[in-house]
């Protein structure tokens, strides 16, 4: 799948944020700038007008580690694991121990030695034309069979 634009990230986003619910995870994969942080702006603030919520400043958690977005009922976790040396600084966070009425997307998975049966990994990247995005969407677990390429 191809990104062509701001819009087509706020689509997808859009897209996923009408599939996924409490206790989903979310992995994204790709280098510094390709549009991870963007993908989960455009998620966040979409799932936050559905629910006649003001839309929050969705940053990057790379300082912070994580950010905490309250939507309703729902609770959505941000992580950003760039900084995190080891999976020993992954343990400590507890990431994998509360799930109930939390979704969690993760930007930098790749220092998770045991990932969670069920996800959603999206890797992006960039195209040969620097302003395009290519997108790859892999479920495991419950999300094994499904069609993200009718997304």
Same mark, same amino acid.
């Given at each position: 799948?191809?990104?062509?634009?701001?819009?087509?990230?706020?689509?997808?986003?859009?897209?996923?944020?009408? =599939?996924?619910?409490?206790? $989903? +995870?979310?992995?994204? %994969?790709?280098?510094?700038?390709?549009? @991870?942080? !963007?993908?989960?702006?455009?998620? =966040?603030?979409?799932?936050?007008?559905?629910?006649? +919520?003001?839309?929050?400043?969705?940053?990057?958690?790379?300082?912070? =580690?994580? %950010?905490?977005? #309250?939507?309703?009922?729902?609770? +959505?976790?941000?992580? $950003?694991? %760039?900084?995190?040396?080891?999976?020993? $600084?992954?343990?400590?966070?507890?990431?994998?121990?509360?799930?109930?009425?939390?979704? @969690?997307?993760?930007?930098?998975?790749?220092?998770?030695?045991?990932?969670? @049966? #069920?996800?959603?990994?999206?890797?992006?990247? %960039?195209?040969?034309?620097?302003?395009?995005? !290519?997108?790859?969407?892999?479920?495991?677990?419950?999300?094994? #069979?499904?069609?993200? $390429?009718?997304?």
């Amino acid at each position: 799948m191809q990104l062509k634009s701001l819009e087509d990230t706020q689509n997808l986003s859009s897209k996923i944020s009408k =599939i996924v619910g409490v206790s $989903d +995870i979310i992995f994204l %994969y790709g280098e510094i700038g390709v549009g @991870k942080t !963007t993908f989960v702006r455009f998620l =966040i603030n979409h799932l936050e007008a559905e629910n006649g +919520i003001k839309k929050s400043d969705v940053l990057s958690p790379t300082f912070n =580690i994580v %950010y905490e977005y #309250d939507i309703g009922d729902t609770k +959505i976790l941000h992580y $950003d694991l %760039y900084r995190l040396k080891n999976y020993k $600084d992954i343990l400590q966070l507890g990431m994998f121990e509360i799930s109930n009425n939390h979704i @969690k997307i993760v930007e930098w998975p790749e220092l998770i030695d045991t990932k969670p @049966k #069920d996800r959603i990994d999206i890797q992006f990247q %960039y195209s040969k034309l620097m302003d395009y995005r !290519t997108v790859q969407i892999n479920g495991f677990g419950k999300w094994k #069979d499904y069609k993200f $390429d009718a997304v």
